[in-house]
């Protein structure tokens, strides 16, 4: 147990091992050499996770002390909820280092690469590790760099430095709202550890305070898990190569919004505004981006606004207090949009890196591995039964039927986001996979590598089989998690007759997105997508545009100002006006050094004189 | 006409006269030196006649001092010259002047 530092310590020792001396490893060794530091570190999370199972208490492990004034130390935290994430993390993490190695094949800067992947996992388990807010915040920043690293990894092409840049400033917005979120708790606490800050919480604040940490939390969360208004950056993020997109874009950084407020239960639970506020967001985005999602035509833009929407129902679920349905959808996410991505790249492997879906299709029979796989995904994500999203997704809107009232609201959007989901899936999977080839000139798909398809496989599995871990009849997720959530109140769907009339509902909004989108779909000449709402959607709404106008130019402006006249005429003028004074005095003074010996000489003489006069006369000789 | 140590204060109060008047109005390196001794030695004559007068044993231990350090001076000073004059064959010391501000 004393050994947790090892799950950030191998992947740390790889990423620096790879930076420095990446180039003598070459192909594929490095690529081999970063998969085997995620392995081992999931393997001993494994054992770890498994003596939680078996009963072992939850543990604190100090590794050295930082700041033990402010409750900071590097200490961690090994309880179901962060060996859960330690095991997505690591595991996913591992599957899709192995993916990289044949996805990456060919790149130049291939050791590089696999240096910022294990940099990633490195700083993913120090977030999910953490036993303080302040180390927390420290791996927080750390994914937030690895990603901007990852994301402009083709920093060559404008397009992809840009997008790295966009997603660190607007995650930054984010960070802004967490770090302050952390100096009021330290203000009212004292302290940043968890133990303390939770187990006294209710004693030490009151509910405005409560409400007004969590809300700077929740800003936090908005920026990383790309919620309204902050959820730009991801789609931009698919700059990326392809892994990436489906590790750090789709599993797992982009749910540390997630993870922390769970990790805050307490602090959530005594603030039902937050709440309000959260679950509401969390719906508004997964709407919102649904509905981006279907007028998409790029295969990773359309996963990318899915993974947005996928996010908003998890926000929605710890937004109502539903920690565990939130976690559990954050799972069951992590194995089938990570297939997604992983799938989608293969694709675009195979197409020579075209991504427009609309230059696909007919890949059914020449990739049959990727095929399959991608269909489990396609029918997790849906919500089919008894695939694991349809577990999970129900569980988040159970939950929020179950609280009742407006929440009601909130509920009718889950449903009628999950049939929108069902649809652009659907649409994606036919476009891509049915239909003749409209390939370009000169492309010939072909299957991926086994490196690349067994990834596919597992992930497929887990896919299919994630969701029975907790399912209404047998709650062992919610009871696994329990030592971690302790005596929050969760949100609980209803039970009885209503739970399977919610189920069916579900079945059925999917089953009619999934219908709706075959008829349109599954034709020999697809139909024509353009004008109104296509323009829309495929532009996002233009929500850039109006970020652009409202933002980032007055930014822009306010920054030319600084530039061009604040620092050259103000400050410059300041430092510049010093130096003109001081030249002009020094210029007057230097008169006085004439370079002849004997002026000195004589002023020396005239000095003493002075000195023996004034002597005399202090001593009344005259 | 008892030689009261006034006259050897009087005395040295002219060498110190010479020697600074050279100093300041010499322009040969050289002899400005000469000039200095001349000034270090008058202070020399009145500690001696000082020590002499009132008894103390110290007025010969300065003189001591400051023989000491004009040789040391006169060492470093000539070696200077030396260097100088090899540079600039000149003794001139308001040739000189490079520090003029």
Request: net charge neutral; proline share 3%; charged share 10%.
């Amino acid at each position: 147990m004393d050994a947790l530092w090892i799950l950030i310590a191998l992947p740390l020792l790889g990423s620096l091992t790879l930076i420095l001396f990446g180039k003598r490893f070459g192909e594929p060794a490095a690529g081999w050499f970063a998969s085997a530091l995620v392995v081992v570190p999931f393997l001993y999370a494994l054992v770890m996770a498994l003596r939680l199972f078996g009963g072992a208490e939850p543990e604190t492990v100090l590794v050295f002390e930082w700041i033990p004034m402010i409750g900071a130390n590097a200490s961690l935290l090994w309880d179901p909820l962060s060996a859960l994430m330690s095991l997505v993390v690591t595991g996913v993490g591992s599957l899709i280092h192995v993916y990289s190695v044949g996805y990456m094949h060919g790149d130049e800067r291939y050791p590089r690469f696999f240096s910022y992947m294990n940099l990633f996992i490195a700083s993913m388990m120090t977030l999910v590790l953490a036993d303080n807010f302040a180390l927390m915040f420290v791996g927080w920043e750390l994914v937030g760099l690895s990603s901007y690293l990852l994301i402009s990894f083709w920093f060559t092409k404008p397009s992809a430095a840009a997008a790295g840049k966009k997603a660190f400033v607007v995650n930054r917005i984010g960070d802004w709202g967490f770090l302050v979120a952390l100096m009021l708790i330290f203000a009212a606490f004292g302290t940043l550890d968890f133990a303390t800050v939770f187990g006294t919480a209710p004693e030490v604040i009151g509910v405005g305070m409560a409400t007004a940490i969590t809300l700077l939390l929740f800003v936090g969360a908005t920026g990383k898990s790309a919620q309204i208004p902050l959820y730009v950056w991801l789609p931009d993020a698919m700059e990326g190569p392809t892994p990436v997109s489906a590790l750090i874009h789709a599993a797992t950084m982009v749910t540390a919004g997630v993870y922390m407020i769970a990790r805050s239960a307490v602090l959530f639970e005594m603030a039902p505004t937050t709440q309000a506020v959260v679950a509401t967001v969390g719906a508004l985005t997964a709407l919102l981006a649904a509905t981006i999602a279907i007028g998409q035509r790029d295969i990773k833009r359309v996963l990318a606004y899915s993974t947005v929407s996928q996010l908003g129902y998890m926000i929605m679920a710890v937004g109502l207090t539903a920690f565990t349905a939130g976690i559990f959808h954050l799972m069951t996410h992590a194995f089938f949009k990570a297939l997604l991505f992983l799938g989608a790249g293969s694709v675009i492997h195979a197409m020579a890196n075209e991504q427009d879906m609309w230059k696909m299709g007919g890949l059914r029979k020449i990739m049959p591995l990727t095929f399959g796989t991608m269909a489990v995904a396609w029918l997790a994500i849906s919500g089919v039964f008894p695939f694991s999203g349809f577990w999970s997704k129900d569980e988040i809107l159970g939950a929020a039927f179950g609280r009742g009232g407006g929440y009601i609201v909130l509920w009718v959007i889950g449903v009628f986001t999950a049939l929108l989901t069902a649809f652009y899936m659907t649409k994606l999977m036919l476009i891509t996979f049915w239909g003749k080839g409209r390939w370009d000139e000169g492309v010939h798909p072909h299957e991926s590598p086994y490196t690349m398809t067994v990834p596919l496989i597992v992930l497929a599995f887990f896919s299919a089989v994630a969701g029975f871990w907790n399912t209404p009849a047998r709650l062992a997720l919610e009871h696994f998690l329990e030592p971690a959530f302790g005596h929050v109140h969760q949100a609980h769907p209803p039970e009885g007759a209503a739970l399977w009339t919610l189920a069916l509902i579900s079945l059925g909004v999917v089953a009619v997105g999934i219908v709706v989108a075959w008829r349109r779909y599954r034709v020999e000449e697809l139909p024509v997508e353009e004008g109104g709402y296509w323009d829309a959607a495929l532009a996002a709404y233009h929500v850039d545009d109006a970020y652009g106008k409202t933002i980032v130019l007055p930014g822009k402006k306010l920054a030319t100002w600084s530039a061009m006249f604040f620092d050259l005429k103000v400050v410059d003028g300041i430092v510049n006006g010093l130096a003109v004074v001081t030249r002009a005095f020094g210029g007057s003074l230097r008169l006085l050094q004439t370079g002849w010996v004997r002026s000195y000489g004589a002023a020396i003489v005239a000095g003493s004189l002075g000195v023996v006069l004034w002597l005399l006369l202090q001593g009344g000789a005259f | 006409m008892t030689l009261t140590v006034g006259w050897y204060m009087g005395l040295a109060a002219v060498l110190f006269s010479i020697g600074a008047a050279g100093v300041l109005m010499r322009r040969n390196a050289l002899v400005m030196f000469m000039s200095v001794e001349l000034m270090l030695n008058s202070v020399n004559l009145t500690f001696i006649a000082a020590g002499k007068e009132l008894g103390l044993v110290e007025g010969q231990v300065a003189a001591l001092f400051v023989m000491v350090v004009a040789a040391a001076e006169v060492t470093v000073g000539l070696a200077i010259l030396v260097a100088v004059f090899r540079r600039r064959a000149t003794a001139n010391v308001d040739a000189l002047s490079e520090l003029k501000g």
